[in-house]
């Protein structure tokens, strides 16, 4: 519990242990605005990498005194130990993967609806039929479940008829690159790629170049990299899309959390509308200073 | 001069226990690291009551968020006392999971509640069934490894990659929820401490204790990893004893999983145990445990447990900016095992 | 070179190991250092090869103070040391072992197997061993191993050879060969230290004579001069028997008894029987296949045909847990690869055996242990400090009488013994004997294998001659003598036609 | 008659090796393993041209995608050989990569640039210089398990930690710029085919094939893992076999590292090399290397690279459910593995 009223506020942000790119460009802005907001709070910032770590951080965090927590897992099932975080009269803002409990405010972008966008994106580029492979990984839960319900939601609803195949990858470029190499040498065609994150969008595109094929035409991408936003013009035969879930969000995660203890009024969600980046619109969204 | 001598007599006792007992030098780490973190929650010496309330709930959350990997790390360092190593406990933990909440889940498809059976007595048969399922899956590895003569580290890994993926395979979109009621067995407030999970996992702890000094199964457990063939020779069972220390193991990790999924009430099939081999791993190694096995004891593991629990609790409180943290845990743990007696080289 | 060690002194904890002690040894002369279990003699020559570090005194070579901080360093000033217990490289091949630390090579600096596989086939031709440099040292036999290793210390140009109990696990023939080769050395001006507890070896092979009693020296001088009964009586400090034991007695029933026997080459056809109240004697020379039989027997080898009764009931031994529970005990050889486990104490290593018999719902029976342990360490008069020190602070004749005592303790009804008196001192050797005939008197059946014909002439009442996995001939009362033993051994046939019973 | 002869002469032959040669036995289970490849690849006699060029590209893929890991296994199995285990090799990756990368980068904070070199030169050096920093990681994991006299699980699983920490902390937010050409040091291509990586690891191997049975060094780090006692008692120098072949490994990883910058042109700082100690380690074990030290080979080393990376490419041609993917490589794992001449127990 809180000892003596302070000057500042005590602020915790719990986010996922660095396992790739996106994952630690947010880690990055949450503290840089942590930083910038240092002369009103004080902050804490804890990285897990399953529930049971981050119901143990947040422990911590009750220890230190945090009046107000960011909650960014990558997985589900944070819904207890909120609970009774909020219980204990902690005011919790919750980004990305939702926490389904009374009383969290919530930053996010949008899982599912990436899933849809992305859906759209490649029947726009190559039509109701062809060949689509797509890349979901096992190993991220529930973020690469919604993103991939998303988009075969909406391919039925849009009624197409793809010729789907399924394989399992990593959201790194090392495992983009190798499984997509297998999977040009078992199809001979192939007609899109749905990738759910630029890391992997990066290998798959380097394997493509590899393997010489000229067949594929869409790649799409998650997540918002000025690595491959760069490289989305230098492939005028394949579309390069990504759906933008921008990291920088959580800065309005980490504002939100000060509003409250300020109280401001807030709205509870904050859902911010996925982007679609490709080689028509990249431009906009280059940033020389971004980390990621 | 007596007092010389008490001072002499206090010198020599500290010297013997810590190039004898090396248990005593890990206790020391211990205790300088447990000095550190003191120091870090902001000593007060005006408002000393409510500094130690701070300090005992410190404790408690420590202790409670360390209950799981401390059972595992127990199983953990059985095996490698044997001259074995299991990587599938965190597969183990996510297959024992959703085994237990399929049991007893309050939705359509939960299995219990399907067969007309509800409230505690559904929970004590999920627990029963959990426990043995978890014995079992332990007790797998341990006939590949013995029967079929392939070595453990390769056993482990193949279990753990095929547990966790056919569970995710079978959970797959499914949400088990799990009853209220259930959260009691890692959340019932003594006062108003909840530290159920610390009491099982000292409980379990005494037992194994008394298990590996005072049983025939715990001694032989050393006799074979030590030199196998001495005590093949000497009667030992060697394929049983081996055998056995992995389906203990499996009833450690079921131990874990219930403790888990009744505090957090779900359990994530991804995520949920992963890394915690090596974790348990780490704290039997820091605990004194040989990785060539017929070295290790109980209370070694648990202040091995107590050590990384107490340094990233440390890390927590101190607030180190997140990038460099786990550089800074790399460094305690170097330093911590630096503090213990020098391993005998050669 | 002269090798001069003044007044060390060393401690272990409370026990004294060596007190201001002086030795020895010089080119050309093979100087012995006796004395009985735990006396002190391989901790004195630890010093010297650098292996411990001394509490107090000073090493001098041909006058010159040195310090030995590490074992390379006392190999690289000339002195070679065959330890107590082998120190080989499993996962390496015989020729590879002899040149660890000091590996030939070629020109371009690039290991020359070749030379090394040769060089080791010349030493092994001249010493008339049969075996392929080729072979891992891990599928040797410990005996293999043991001459393996005193051929590579005769190979290193050492001017001093420290050899601490290097013969064993050797037959006489080994024996016999070993010594000629030292014998050349010897005139090549290379001086030899030898540590062994036949005094037979001493008294046929030594120039000179050092007895440790206690840590401290107690007589010195020249073997030509003394008997082994005044050797004998300055280690121990009384009295040895050296009488005979053969005995009187009706044998019982029969307890053990197998039928054609067969696994591949190890052994073929074999059948005999052991009865209640019989010491039963096996042996032969290197590679003659009895190990395997009796660890097939005991359930740690294989068997691929044949059968075995026990007290008249055909059985089958599926491992060594069931051959403990059927009342079948087995002494292996070798104690440091098969006998010791070094992770545990004294106490454990004497207690591992019974624990399964005597506990109690799987707690073991702490009183019950002790008790008899303590018994055995009176009756075996083990030398140690405290029961819950390592294994490793015994020394080594006192280990095997650890290992001894947890089969004793089990009080098996058939109890096969592999070589029970390896390393152990004349003294400590009749108590075993002692103990040997008290079990038979008990009605136990025991069987003793070993490569010393004295030892079986001396205790066994019937013995089994092998010879390369068969059994050559069996030998009894009269008929059993060193000479005719030996001719079966080679593979001469039997004079009388006593076939395997 | 005859003909029957020659057929058992075959079988003596085949068992012979099977029950005397490890390595056999891994490559018998490697040539099934690639059968069932083949198979999966569709075989189609009408167009055998064009199926086989399919084949050759397969198999270029599949060796160019583990040449990086083939590296780093070799270093591993040596390691394991000398009865330690390295887990750094995944962080000790990254932090070559962007050592290696902020040498080479064309940005404004380049540190080759701005000192005024460019070009051949400019790469020359810091491919050289990446070597030495990968030696010098490696080294310091062997001066603290030798001199430090910590266990070397405890050791690496530190400077895991700590290596890829440290970098993420000085390179967030930067993204160096690789120069073209330096890219072609992976992607140099030989006819139409990118076989590079290939080729250095193949060379790589050769000259430690030639280390590990032909050097007084490769030698002692039998002796060394075997029975570290005695090889201390030989006069082997058994700390310092130990410092160097971690030393040596973490050259190998620095290799690893060019061929990964030069073949992707950039690095993720997060995620690079992670679980690569894992992989390395199952392909020594796989091939033949026991854990406990004292028994391996650099042939067999490369056999269980191969026998992992076809396992996954063969998933992937067949086009496993996603989530069931790791359940079958468990299967195969230790399908792959009973195969293989059995473990003598006991
Ligand atoms: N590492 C050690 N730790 C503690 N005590 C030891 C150690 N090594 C030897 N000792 C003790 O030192 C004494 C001398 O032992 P040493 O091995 O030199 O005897 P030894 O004369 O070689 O006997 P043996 O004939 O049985 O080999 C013994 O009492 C032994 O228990
Ligand atoms: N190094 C070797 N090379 C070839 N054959 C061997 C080797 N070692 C043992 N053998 C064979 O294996 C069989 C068993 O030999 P082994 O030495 O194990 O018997 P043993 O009973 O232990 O002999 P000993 O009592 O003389 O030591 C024999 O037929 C022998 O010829
Ligand atoms: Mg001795
Ligand atoms: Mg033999």
């Known amino acids: ?292 | 001069m007596q007092d010389k001598d008490r001072e002499k007599g206090f010198k020599d006792w500290f010297l013997d226990n810590w190039t004898n007992k090396p248990i005593f030098s890990t206790g020391i780490a211990l205790v300088v690291m447990i000095i550190l973190q003191t120091w870090s929650l902001g000593f007060d010496y005006d408002s000393l009551g409510s500094w130690f309330l701070t300090w005992i709930n410190n404790w408690i959350n420590i202790l409670r968020n360390n209950a799981g990997v401390g059972l595992i790390a127990l199983g953990m360092s059985f095996v490698i006392m044997s001259a074995g190593i299991d990587l599938s406990v965190g597969s183990t933990l996510v297959a024992v999971g959703a085994s237990l909440m399929m049991l007893i889940d309050r939705g359509p498809n939960g299995i219990l509640i399907n067969l007309g059976i509800e409230g505690i007595p559904a929970i004590f048969i999920a627990v029963i069934l959990s426990l043995a399922i978890g014995y079992f899956l332990g007790n797998l590895n341990g006939l590949l490894i013995t029967r079929g003569g392939i070595p453990p580290f390769v056993v482990t890994l193949a279990t753990m990659k095929f547990y966790r993926s056919v569970t995710q395979h079978f959970m797959q979109g499914y949400n088990p929820r799990v009853p209220m009621q259930f959260l009691g067995i890692s959340n019932f407030q003594i006062g108003s401490f909840r530290v159920m999970p610390v009491i099982y996992w000292l409980l379990i702890a005494g037992v194994l204790y008394f298990v590996s000094k005072r049983t025939t199964f715990g001694r032989q457990i050393i006799a074979v990893g030590s030199n196998e063939r001495s005590a093949n020779l000497s009667g030992v069972n060697v394929k049983k004893v081996k055998r056995r220390v992995y389906a203990i193991t499996g009833l450690l990790v079921s131990f874990a999983a219930i403790i888990q999924v009744s505090r957090i009430g779900s359990m994530d099939y991804a995520n949920a145990g992963s890394g915690y081999e090596m974790e348990a791993i780490a704290a039997a190694v820091v605990g004194g445990t040989s990785m060539s096995g017929g070295r290790g004891t109980v209370i070694g593991t648990i202040l091995g447990v107590l050590i990384i629990a107490v340094m990233n609790n440390l890390l927590n409180l101190l607030g180190v900016p997140p990038f460099l943290r786990e550089a800074f845990k790399g460094l305690i743990l170097i330093g911590a095992v630096l503090m213990q007696k020098k391993q005998k080289s050669v | 070179m002269k090798i001069e060690m003044k007044n060390i002194s060393r401690a272990f904890g409370a026990i004294q190991a060596l007190k201001d002690v002086d030795f020895s040894v010089q080119g050309g002369e093979v100087c012995a250092l006796i004395g009985e279990n735990g006396a002190g003699k391989s901790t004195l020559m630890n010093i010297l090869g650098g292996v411990l570090p001394a509490d107090q005194g000073e090493i001098l070579i041909d006058g010159e103070k040195v310090e030995f901080n590490s074992p390379a360093e006392s190999l690289n000033s000339g002195i070679a040391f065959i330890h107590q217990e082998l120190n080989l490289i499993n996962d390496l091949p015989i020729y590879e072992n002899m040149f660890i630390g000091r590996e030939l090579k070629n020109k371009r600096g690039f290991l020359d197997l070749e030379k090394m596989e040769s060089k080791t086939r010349e030493v092994f031709e001249k010493m008339q061993i049969k075996l392929d440099p080729k072979t891992m040292v891990r599928d040797l036999d410990t005996s293999y191993k043991q001459i393996v290793e005193i051929s590579r210390a005769i190979m290193m140009d050492a001017s001093i050879i420290i050899m601490d109990e290097p013969t064993t696990s050797l037959t006489d023939q080994e024996i016999e060969r070993v010594f000629s080769m030292m014998e050349t050395l010897k005139k090549h001006d290379v001086g030899i230290v030898f540590i062994s507890h036949k005094l037979s070896e001493v008294m046929e092979f030594c120039d000179r004579y050092t007895v440790l009693r206690n840590g401290e020296t107690v007589a010195e001088g020249l073997v030509e001069e003394v008997t082994v009964d005044q050797l004998a009586y300055s280690m121990v400090g009384h009295e040895v028997r050296t009488e005979s034991l053969q005995r009187e007695t009706e044998f019982g029933e029969e307890v053990l008894r197998v039928e054609n026997l067969t696994f591949e080459n190890n052994f073929k056809d074999i059948s005999f029987s052991a009865h209640k109240g019989e010491i039963l004697g096996v042996t032969g020379l290197l590679g003659d296949g009895r190990r395997e039989l009796f660890e097939a027997i005991f359930g740690s080898g294989q068997i691929e045909s044949g059968e075995i009764y026990l007290k008249g009931e055909k059985i089958r031994v599926r491992n060594t847990t069931d051959a403990l529970q059927k009342g079948i005990g087995y002494l292996p050889r070798d104690r440091k690869e098969n006998g010791i486990i070094k992770d545990m104490n004294i106490f454990e290593n004497a207690s591992i055996v019974t624990w399964p018999i005597f506990d109690n719902w799987g707690v073991i029976d702490l009183e019950r242990q002790e008790k008899e342990f303590e018994q055995q360490v009176k009756d075996l008069q083990i030398k140690m400090d405290q029961k819950n020190d390592p294994i490793n602070s015994l020394s080594g004749g006192n280990q095997q009488k650890i290992v001894l005592a947890k089969w004793l303790i089990a009080s098996p009804e058939l109890f096969i013994l592999d070589n029970p008196t390896q390393g152990v001192d004349v003294g400590a050797k009749e108590d075993i004997y002692d103990i040997i005939l008290e079990l038979a008197a008990e009605d136990i059946a025991v069987i003793i294998l070993s490569s010393e014909a004295k030892e079986i002439i001396r205790i066994c009442d019937r013995s089994l001659v092998m010879y390369h996995g068969i059994i050559q001939g069996e030998l009894k009362g009269d008929s059993m003598t060193e000479h005719e033993i030996m001719r079966l051994a080679t593979g001469a046939q039997t004079n009388s036609r006593q076939e395997g019973s």
């Open chain 1, 1 to 292: 519990g809180s000892v003596s009223a302070q000057d500042k506020y005590k602020i915790g942000v719990l986010a996922p242990a660095v396992t790739h790119g996106w994952v630690a460009a947010v880690a990055y802005h949450a503290e840089a605005r942590c930083e910038e907001l240092s002369d009103q709070i004080e902050y804490r910032i804890q990285t897990s990498s399953n529930a049971a770590e981050m119901t143990s951080q947040l422990d911590d965090l009750k220890t230190w005194g945090a009046e107000a927590i960011v909650a960014f897992p990558q997985w589900t099932g944070m819904e207890v130990p909120i609970r009774m975080a909020i219980e204990d009269g902690i005011e919790v803002v919750n980004f990305d993967i939702k926490i389904d409990v009374d009383g969290v405010y919530r930053v996010a972008g949008d899982n599912y609806d990436m899933g849809v966008e992305g859906a759209h994106y490649i029947t726009d580029k190559i039509g109701k039929e062809g060949t689509v492979v797509i890349l979901e990984v096992p190993t991220a839960g529930s973020v690469s479940e919604l993103r991939k319900a998303g988009f075969l939601d909406t391919l039925e609803e849009i009624g197409a008829d793809f010729d789907l195949h399924t394989y399992a990858t990593k959201f790194t470029r090392e495992a983009g690159l190798s499984d997509m190499s297998d999977i040009l040498i078992r199809h001979d065609q192939i007609d899109a790629v749905y990738s759910m994150d630029d890391e992997t969008s990066i290998g798959v595109v380097k394997a493509i170049e590899e393997a010489g094929r000229e067949d594929i035409k869409v790649v799409t991408g998650g997540g918002g990299m000025q690595e491959y936003f760069e490289m989305m013009p230098e492939y005028q035969n394949i579309w390069l899309e990504s759906a933008l879930y921008s990291p920088a969000m959580v800065k309005d995660a980490v504002d939100m959390a000060l509003d409250i203890l300020k109280g401001k009024d807030v709205p509870q969600e904050k859902i911010i509308p996925t982007t679609i980046v490709d080689r028509t619109n990249y431009e906009k969204f280059l940033d020389p200073d971004s980390p990621y």
